[in-house]
């Protein structure tokens, strides 16, 4: 490489630092990458706009908002994306909003995303996501709102999102998680906001409170019992009936048969 075009890296790399930052370019492209967007609403989401997508609070992408030259919000609601959300991602790193809620997105929850330090809001729901939900979303300790539910998100709701004390807003409703609720959501302490059955039913293997208890344990016995009886009593009507059934129809044969036999007996 000769000094002149040094020089000249040297001056365009300058000239971009002060409007481009190569990690929410990096970001914007891998997800663009790894979302589908059949309807093609992501329109001016074009590789010459990530490499300088702000000016001001406002961005060349239309659903992000800029802060400071840095993306700080995403949100691509009820677009029909579809494909996964990229690990990359996590680049965009002053990002306070995610929201991608409401469209078919597929695959997991990148646990990348505890790279997000300053995550605040966290809205997937309405998705088709799947796999466990990460423990390691704990390390965006300033996450106030986790709302995760339409999904198919399975596993057991990890302990550690107890952890997140800024946390008013939680509903993982219609998911396939299971196990117990962690007591640190489900009954939380002191002055923290708690939540109500709502941000866990329409999970099958999930239990514990505030969910309603479940009584499978006392009601299967007493429910095997039951339908024991009852369909014994249901055979025995059954068959009960049955013979009745074939009295009557071997009663009227033999009525007939009587019949028939009467008519060819001449009379005299
Ligand atoms: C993007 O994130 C990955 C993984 O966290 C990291 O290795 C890479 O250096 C980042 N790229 C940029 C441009 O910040
Ligand atoms: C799309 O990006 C271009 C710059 O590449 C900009 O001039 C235009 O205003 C943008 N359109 C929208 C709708 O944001
Ligand atoms: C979602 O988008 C469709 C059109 O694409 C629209 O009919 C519907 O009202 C939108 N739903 C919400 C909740 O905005
Ligand atoms: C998440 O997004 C959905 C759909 O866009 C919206 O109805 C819901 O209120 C949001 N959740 C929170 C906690 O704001
Ligand atoms: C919830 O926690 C309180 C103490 O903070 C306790 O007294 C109560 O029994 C707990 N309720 C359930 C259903 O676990
Ligand atoms: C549950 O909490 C939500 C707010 O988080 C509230 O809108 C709803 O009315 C509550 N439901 C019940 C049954 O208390």
């Given at each position: 490489m000769g000094f002149w075009s040094v020089v000249?890296?040297?001056?365009?790399?300058?000239?971009?630092?002060?409007?481009?930052?190569?990690?929410?370019?990096?970001?914007?492209?891998?997800?663009?990458?790894?979302?589908?967007?059949?309807?093609n609403s992501l329109q001016n989401w074009t590789k010459s706009n990530f490499a300088n997508p702000c000016y001001g609070f406002t961005s060349y992408l239309p659903g992000a908002t800029c802060n400071n030259g840095r993306i700080y919000k995403l949100s691509l609601t009820n677009l029909s994306l579809q494909g996964s959300i990229s690990p990359y991602l996590a680049n965009c790193t002053n990002l306070q909003s995610l929201d991608l809620s409401s469209n078919q997105i597929t695959g997991p929850i990148p646990a990348d995303l505890q790279s997000l330090v300053n995550l605040a809001v966290l809205n997937l729901s309405s998705n088709r996501l799947d796999g466990e939900i990460p423990p390691q979303i704990?390390?965006?300790?300033?996450?106030?709102?986790?709302?995760?539910?339409?999904?198919?998100?399975?596993?057991?709701?990890?302990q550690q999102l107890?952890?997140?004390?800024?946390?008013?807003?939680?509903?993982?409703?219609?998911?396939?998680?299971?196990?117990?609720?962690?007591?640190?959501l489900g009954?939380?302490?002191?002055?923290?906001?708690?939540?109500?059955?709502?941000?866990?039913?329409?999970?099958?293997?999930?239990?514990?409170y505030p969910l309603p208890p479940m009584k499978t344990k006392g009601l299967s016995v007493l429910a095997i019992v039951g339908i024991g009886?009852?369909?014994?009593?249901?055979?025995?009507?059954?068959?009960?009936?049955?013979v009745c059934i074939w009295l009557k129809v071997t009663e009227q044969k033999l009525a007939l048969?009587?019949?028939?036999?009467?008519?060819?007996?001449?009379?005299?």
């Open positions: 000249l890296f040297t001056l365009l790399a300058c000239a971009s630092v002060s409007i481009s930052d190569p990690s929410d370019e990096a970001c914007l492209t891998h997800l663009t990458q790894s979302l589908k967007d059949p309807t704990t390390m965006c300790a300033y996450l106030n709102v986790i709302d995760l539910h339409d999904n198919f998100l399975s596993g057991q709701i990890p107890g952890l997140l004390v800024r946390l008013s807003a939680f509903d993982v409703s219609n998911n396939k998680l299971s196990g117990p609720i962690p007591v640190s009954n939380r302490s002191g002055n923290l906001p708690r939540f109500n059955a709502t941000s866990f039913l329409g999970n099958k293997g999930l239990y514990g009886l009852g369909s014994g009593f249901a055979s025995l009507v059954l068959s009960f009936t049955g048969e009587d019949g028939k036999i009467s008519q060819l007996m001449p009379d005299y």
